[in-house]
């Protein structure tokens, strides 16, 4: 045969092209800065980060799942056969027919793309990932057919030349995608550098069931604060951008883009490709960010983000809320990037929009974002009679009452706490004055030297007691109190519990220490905050709590790690970035058609937006709330 | 604006009303966001006092790329290194704030410097509009938000009225790496200063308006307006006695002299 040596030497060739386009995009992401990773701990942990974290997300859409564990696997596996068979000619007929039977299997998962394919939802990216199938289909007809002969099927030599010249052009075509692609810049790419990313990813500890939420600290004093450029992010970063297959999961969820603001988080990571790999975002066959056109922004990897990358506005948009993280196949970190550049807008150009520097410079001058006198913090508990820790020194448990006091509408969650605490004689101090905010907004806005000051003191006023546990009313307090002091190298929370009221709540209620009445009112749904579920992952004290008093909870279809923010997060209402809806509006809407006439919710931020919804709409209340009034009245004997 | 004009702002430490703690004092800073819309070039910024105080560096948190502290200990006199700074600087507009919001707070600082310097003072600036042929326009902040368009010849001190645009964001990182040039200049103790006796200030009392407004537009300029004194009136073509005898008049009104 005259052509025989076609086939096996095109293989050959484009296997060394994705090899050059590997080591080609290996130097973009090494651009961004250095991070310490554990290389082959991650690239042992690889496969099993791969087939069980990943493929644990991935299975929330079955469809899906099923459809990647057959094309993947199967081409995978077919990959490294063609290898041996035609590339290295090994003529077993076992291994041929092993070869056939990942084919077939890759074929049918590539017809479910396919079909897939044919009616896209909108979320899905388009331009080349339409032609994804097919080429899916040209590669596993293509190698069946020039398997049958090493299989023992078909006689060797059968269809002659013309044949084999057939299939030399279809394995150019499909391995251009399937190879080519993957490094140069394709829809394969996901493979590529989702396999690495998994291995090299920024928070390790996410696998195996984890959860890693806190933010990192910022460097502070250096040259520069926060990411300008592509390349101030850390390389991993840069990796895990390049690691997104574009299934807009997480645009199908971000709350901002639904409310019409310009925020896309799945336009974000692929403007930060663009940022990175340089170009323009012409390509991009996906959603835009809502009211603002594809096709102008320009990226190189030293130059300013900000300045026609991406708009500021769409950072701003950000509630923080992290469900686009949670519903990430890739687990890519949208929020801890948005942060990032937050940082830098902030702390270098001082360009927080709106109510942001004046929020910033309060929090600065008074340790509150609302620049009340900083004496006035426990005025809420004049008549609570609780103890300070000044005085007590120690205490079974410090309330944390964060900036909720000096809000009135908030103070009547702390006063109900307090209330079911007395009820379940709780030996209880607050730190009174020496309380300061939490720093969780200063943190989200960008100004984490705000944020590692009042850490710093918070933690130091705090090592001076003794305390077992800390209780908090705030989701936002409790996280950064949980995840984020941790970093600043402080004993003062070692070896304390740090719980949200829920949590508390429920111990007390199933030691039996409270005694509560049965709940005789109407439907009553809950909405989860984000920095108490996906961030802290407690979904399930608030919804005992609730069943303790006989309500079966109406769940809205958003619930539970798939929450719909309320918008209160991430210092949104303070940027207030406009859009054509409100985020709590639509939140409300969740609410309503469940038909419930009340949602209980566990966080002060989250009362203040959904209160913040017109009338008539369901009554809005915390768990402490509803739990006081219906505190069983002691008889007296 | 045309360019080289040399403005020289003049900041202190301001104290927040609700914590007391010090901080980038209002009108200072609107002194300095005028200056860097004046010419962000050849703007000096220059506060006379500790030289470590971290306030400082809000300042320079505007875009600052270097203050000038003239260092003075803590019982010190702004006032002697300032008029020697100014004299031997090229500075042709300095921008104060009203009074400080913290020390003295006298709000003489401006005047006496014009005094010393003879240059003419612009009370409560709200904006410069021009500045050419060794001439300003200036406006200036009255009451209910009217303005006042006067021409000053340069070199001319102006107080920054909390009218005019508020100072830019202070963003930590250029702050943080701003140029501190501290002048080797010797610290002047304030004798008179020595001598008294300090208190907390308590909240003046306020004169009771008596709302007679009849329509809700009254009312609404009765809560709105700041207070004024009602029966001012311009005098223009009166002699200088008849001007004396009304000023006379007014204080005796006022029981400012009695």
Redesign the interface.
């Known amino acids: 045969m005259i052509l025989d040596w076609l086939p096996p030497t095109l293989i050959g060739v484009l296997l060394v092209l994705a090899g050059i386009g590997a080591i080609r995009r290996m130097n973009l992401w090494r651009a961004g800065q250095a991070e310490k990773v554990d290389f082959l701990a991650g690239l042992f942990a690889m496969p099993k980060r791969y087939l069980h974290d990943l493929h644990h997300v991935v299975e929330r859409d079955k469809y899906m799942s099923r459809t990647h564990v057959a094309t993947g696997g199967g081409f995978v596996l077919a990959m490294v056969l063609v290898v041996f068979v035609h590339l290295f000619g090994v003529k077993n007929e076992i291994l041929a027919w092993a070869l056939l039977a990942a084919l077939v299997l890759m074929f049918c998962g590539a017809l479910f793309v396919y079909k897939r394919r044919m009616n896209p939802p909108s979320r899905l990216s388009k331009g080349p990932w339409m032609r994804l199938p097919k080429s899916l289909l040209t590669f596993s007809i293509t190698f069946f057919v020039l398997t049958l002969p090493a299989a023992g099927i078909l006689p060797e030599g059968t269809g002659g030349w013309i044949l084999t010249l057939v299939l030399s052009v279809l394995i150019l075509m499909s391995l251009s995608e399937m190879l080519f692609g993957m490094t140069w810049g394709g829809p394969m790419k996901h493979a590529f550098a989702g396999a690495l990313h998994l291995a090299f990813h920024r928070r390790p500890e996410r696998f195996g069931g984890g959860r890693s939420t806190g933010l990192k600290p910022a460097a502070l004093g250096e040259a520069s604060h926060g990411v300008a450029k592509p390349t101030d992010f850390k390389w991993n970063q840069l990796l895990g951008f390049d690691a997104c297959v574009q299934c807009g999961r997480c645009e199908a969820v971000c709350p901002a883009f639904a409310a019409g603001q310009p925020l896309n988080p799945k336009k974000l990571i692929q403007d930060m490709v663009v940022g990175f790999a340089g170009g323009t975002d012409k390509k991009y066959a996906g959603s835009a960010y809502p009211g603002v056109e594809v096709g102008n922004a320009k990226g190189a990897p030293d130059q300013i983000i900000t300045n026609g990358l991406i708009s500021s506005d769409t950072l701003w948009s950000c509630t923080t809320c992290r469900a686009c993280v949670e519903e990430c196949p890739m687990m890519i970190e949208h929020v801890d990037a948005i942060v990032d550049m937050r940082r830098f807008l902030t702390l270098e150009k001082g360009e927080t929009p709106n109510k942001g520097a004046q929020v910033l410079e309060n929090i600065i001058a008074t340790d509150n974002p609302n620049g009340y006198s900083p004496a006035s913090r426990t005025h809420w508990a004049a008549d609570q009679n609780l103890n300070l820790m000044k005085d007590v020194k120690q205490a079974d448990v410090l309330f944390w009452v964060s900036d909720g006091a000096f809000d009135m509408r908030s103070q009547r969650i702390l006063r109900a706490f307090v209330k079911l605490m007395k009820a379940a004689n709780i030996d209880v101090a607050i730190l009174g004055d020496e309380e300061l905010d939490s720093g969780d907004v200063a943190r989200r806005l960008g100004d984490d030297a705000a944020f590692q000051s009042l850490a710093k003191r918070n933690l130091a006023t705090l090592s001076k007691y003794s305390f077992k546990t800390i209780v908090t009313t705030d989701p936002h307090a409790f996280h950064c109190l949980k995840n984020e002091y941790g970093d600043f190298g402080s004993d003062a929370l070692k070896g304390v519990e740090v719980l949200h009221h829920t949590t508390f709540l429920n111990r007390l209620v199933k030691e039996e220490r409270l005694q509560l009445d049965t709940f005789k009112g109407g439907k009553v749904t809950y909405h989860d905050p984000c920095y108490l579920g996906r961030y802290n992952g407690e979904y399930e004290a608030p919804r005992e709590l609730l069943a303790s008093l006989g309500i079966d909870v109406a769940e809205m279809e958003r619930s539970g790690y798939r929450s719909r923010c309320c918008g209160g997060g991430g210092g949104a209402p303070i940027t207030d970035i406009p859009g054509e809806r409100r985020i709590a509006d639509m939140r409300m809407e969740d609410v309503v058609s469940t038909g419930a006439e009340m949602v209980a919710v566990g966080c002060q931020q989250c009362t203040a937006m959904l209160e913040g919804v017109v009338e008539p709409r369901p009554v809005v209340k915390d768990i402490a709330e509803i739990l006081v009034s219906q505190l069983a009245e002691e008889v007296n004997s | 604006m045309p360019p080289k004009v040399n403005v020289v702002s003049l900041v202190s430490v301001g104290r927040?009303p609700?914590?007391g703690?010090s901080?980038r004092a209002e009108q200072d800073g609107r002194a300095v966001e005028l200056g860097l819309k004046l010419s962000k070039k050849s703007l000096t910024v220059v506060h006379a006092g500790d030289s470590q105080e971290p306030v400082l560096r809000q300042y320079a948190?505007?875009?600052l790329d270097s203050l000038t502290v003239l260092p003075q200990a803590a019982d010190g006199d702004a006032l002697p290194v300032l008029v020697e700074f100014l004299k031997n600087s090229k500075a042709q507009v300095v921008l104060t704030g009203v009074r400080a919001e913290s020390g003295e707070s006298s709000g003489m600082l401006p005047y006496l410097l014009a005094e010393q310097l003879g240059w003419p003072l612009v009370p409560r600036v709200a904006e410069i509009l021009t500045i050419k042929e060794g001439a300003a326009e200036v406006l200036l902040a009255l009451p209910r938000g009217q303005r006042r368009s006067v021409i000053v010849s340069l070199p001319f001190i102006a107080t920054v009225d909390n009218a005019a645009a508020e100072a830019?964001?202070?963003?930590?990182?250029?702050g943080?790496?701003a140029d501190l040039k501290v002048l080797n200049v010797e610290s002047v103790t304030d004798d008179a200063m020595a001598t008294w006796q300090i208190s907390a200030a308590k909240p003046r009392p306020k004169r009771l308006k008596v709302v007679k407004a009849k329509t809700a537009a009254d009312r609404m300029k009765a809560a709105t307006a700041k207070p004024v004194g009602g029966g001012g009136k311009v005098m223009k073509n009166e002699t200088a006695a008849e001007k004396a005898q009304a000023i006379f008049d007014l204080l005796l009104e006022e029981k400012v002299v009695r």
């Open positions: 927040h609700q914590s703690r901080r948190g505007m875009g830019r964001q202070t963003a930590f990182g250029p943080l790496r």
